[in-house]
Nanobody, 129 residues
């Protein structure tokens, strides 16, 4: 079991930056691949970024490449999403998610929401124009 709590959302002007954090409970955080997803009003949830359990592999949605960076600190049981050059269309509730990764798959990442078993409550990001 793992519990996830996001923080760091808020209101920012276009072109600004925010850093989201996802704090995980439990002592096996390093066994979980982490993903970031977002959902804007009236839209379906979409994949944003992911990092493997070891942190050695990351993958991004095309619309955030070059602007967002996903990372993790396994010693602090925390994942991060650094968001730069924010645009109004980035406005959404951002969720972190965790998926247990068996030994030997520490470099594997996951892009689909249904591949994750644990979700945080979400944090609102609003980008004004």
């Amino acid at each position: 079991q793992v519990q996830l709590v996001e923080s760091g959302g808020g209101l920012v002007q276009a072109g600004g930056s925010l850093r989201l954090s996802c704090a995980a409970s439990g002592r096996t955080f390093s066994s979980y691949a982490m993903g970031w997803f977002r959902q804007a009003p009236g839209k379906e949830r979409e994949f944003v970024a992911t990092t493997s359990s070891s942190g050695s592999t990351t993958y991004y949605a095309d619309f955030v490449k070059g602007r967002f960076t996903v990372s993790r600190d396994n010693a602090k049981n925390t994942a991060f999403l650094q968001m730069n050059s924010l645009k109004p269309e980035d406005t959404a509730v951002y969720y972190c998610a965790a998926r247990f990764t068996p030994p030997g798959y520490s470099s594997t990442y996951y892009r689909r929401g249904n591949e994750y078993g644990y979700w945080g409550q979400g944090t609102q990001v609003t980008v004004s124009s």
